[in-house]
């Protein structure tokens, strides 16, 4: 795994509704908060949702991993820092690293991989799609 | 404000991620109970979404209202009643009652308001869609 | 309904997982936007959820409802105004518009009533709580 | 791995509001789909989160795995077969399969890892509790 250099970092505020019976915030929401990340991403570098699907395509998860290191509550700040794994096949890979501001503790860990799919037809792409091959490009990626 | 006796219940339990740090079902997730409600009502009566969207429309949410009676736990069992409120115009207007199974108590009452676009123009419908009228009358509602 | 001045004002973003299949943010979300305004509020105002709580308090909501004016879509930034009702009994009352930032178009309008529990005995507070009647004199609300 | 001869079925209907702008299931709610397995599991086998919650401890999940094989619409209903996987250590493993009930495609796999704290002293159990082994005894799992 060869992670690059391209981090995007954003912050958001734990929602009481996200909490759980536990006190603390429900772990699929970790997702959403990986989602947040991959938002700050795309719109720093270029490579956000909405510039996919202006290219023709739209990019489904196949995998999603995450560990939970320290638990967060109601009203935390939690920073997440997003970074693009260079590969070399067809998929587009992030890390996340949720951390705390002040202590820099990490809270969880993770990764998401996406496929890409043409919208027209709905066929999976095989190789990386040409706008992808421009964006690595123009990020010194290959 | 007239009532129809068409109603339909359905049953749900209520998960963990839909809870709280009160400990309780966040109250936003009763809109998801209204939607079991609203599914289990068309499957009951043949109005379901994909019916109307079947028919070339799109039924979106205009109005929600829900009063909460009774506070609800992780693992309870709790029964929705759906029932159709009989309007001239052209609104889908349906009433829901969340309540106890054992003792019968009212834990929520609610109502939805969705209206019709046409989905290919998005176009309002200010009258009633026709496979709306052929519903009114096949279930003898005018 | 006597509206105060008390009003605070907060933007957020649509993320990917609160749309649905029409395309838009499903309606539910509205009511964690709501959450949102009132976190918001809350934090300008002294009202916090975590303020009420650390009084022995929990403000369990009793009533929410929305109107849906205006569709919005994923990636969308919205503002949320909320409004602080001046009521005399022992509720509180938020009232939220939400609207486009440039246009200033109305998207949702909505109310939220809490009412306040004694944490340690879950007894409903029937007058308003001492540390709520000291909040609105030194807001001049009485 | 060594999974156990230890499973549990259920069925769930996608919602409406568990659907992005793709059309399809979110990919995050899979998670909630997890927890339905589990607590189908629990009550099968008497491992439900508030049997353990009883014996006075809580299971944080600390990993989740999700691989998505399959979209799923609105609507679809599908299966979720829950496996415990028979470890030494103090942990409980659960692995998904997510499938649909006519065809038998698999639409997900995954798994969810959970520790143990004693909910008095929030203690890590680096051990088995009592209460897990007398359970595995009762199922044949040492």
Not at 69 to 94: Q, V
Not at 131 to 136: P, V
Request: net charge neutral; aromatic share 14%; glycine share 6%.
């Amino acid at each position: 795994m060869v992670q690059s250099k391209l981090t995007a970092t954003t912050s958001i505020r734990i929602r009481f509704s996200e909490t759980d019976a536990l006190g603390i915030a429900w772990h699929g929401n970790f997702l959403t908060y990986f989602e947040d990340g991959r938002d700050a991403f795309g719109d720093k570098y270029g490579l956000h949702y909405l510039d996919i699907f202006n290219n023709g395509f739209v990019a489904p998860i196949v995998n999603v991993n995450c560990d939970y290191k320290k638990m967060i509550y109601y009203g935390d700040t939690i920073l997440i820092d997003t970074t693009y794994e260079n590969c070399a096949s067809s998929k587009l890979i992030l890390h996340y690293k949720i951390y705390t501001p002040e202590t820099n503790e990490t809270i969880a860990t993770g990764s998401t991989t996406q496929v890409f799919l043409e919208t027209a037809t709905k066929k999976l792409q095989l190789r990386p799609p040409a706008f992808l091959l421009e964006w690595k490009q123009k990020h010194q990626l290959i």
